[in-house]
């Protein structure tokens, strides 16, 4: 069966985006980006709130285009492009290529979506995230924490309701500080 994955980026004070919805913090280097680039490709789907989405598709599907652009980031181009793409949300009504959207988060439809076959499904963004968390559908947890205090903006788990109990599974510390906290969910 599948997994559900949430990955996300984190300050060391726990802020996954600044006061304005900045990202320019994010510590993401050439090494980082080519990590992000190799487990991404062997996702199955990706799951985004209408947010997230809109912010990806703004710049992924054409970035490869730029002769600048570094190889992880015309890399990551195609990822995006060929990935078959979830978009959770109640009001987009024209997404880009390969892209579905759903109306509301139903269990029980994850639960059957977990079920057919291919790679993982990759969660993405805060709001969908908190969403599934509150259905217990989130499997594992891939938590990048980033070098740098940012002293306000919105925090990754605001309003967490409930315990949930997690194994460690990995961690890793990349060469620009960032260090990867990968957890599993513990079920009973």
């Known amino acids: 069966m599948r997994k559900i994955l949430m990955m996300m980026s984190v ?4 802020f996954m985006e600044g006061p304005n919805r900045e990202l320019d913090w994010n510590r993401v280097d050439d090494e980082l980006h080519s990590y992000f680039n190799a487990h991404l490709a062997t996702m199955g789907a990706f799951l985004d709130g209408r947010v997230t989405y809109e912010l990806m598709d703004e710049y992924w599907p054409t970035a490869d285009e730029d002769p600048e652009s570094p190889e992880t980031v015309k890399e990551f181009a195609r990822i995006w492009r060929e990935m078959p793409k979830i978009v959770y949300s109640r009001t987009l009504e024209s997404p880009g290529g390969n892209t579905t959207v759903v109306r509301e988060v139903v269990p029980a439809q994850i639960e059957a979506l ?4 291919g790679g993982d499904l990759m969660l993405g963004g805060a709001d969908l995230a908190a969403s599934f968390a509150a259905h217990d559908l989130i499997d594992e947890y891939l938590i990048y924490v980033h070098p740098v205090l940012i002293g306000e903006g919105r925090r990754l788990f605001a ?23 990968h957890y599993a969910r513990e079920r009973g």
């Open 11 to 14: 300050s060391l004070d726990g």
């Open 159 to 181: 309003g967490a309701d409930r315990q949930a109990d997690l194994r460690l599974v990995e961690t890793r510390t990349f060469g620009n500080g960032v260090v990867l906290l």
């Open 114 to 117: 977990k079920a057919e076959p």
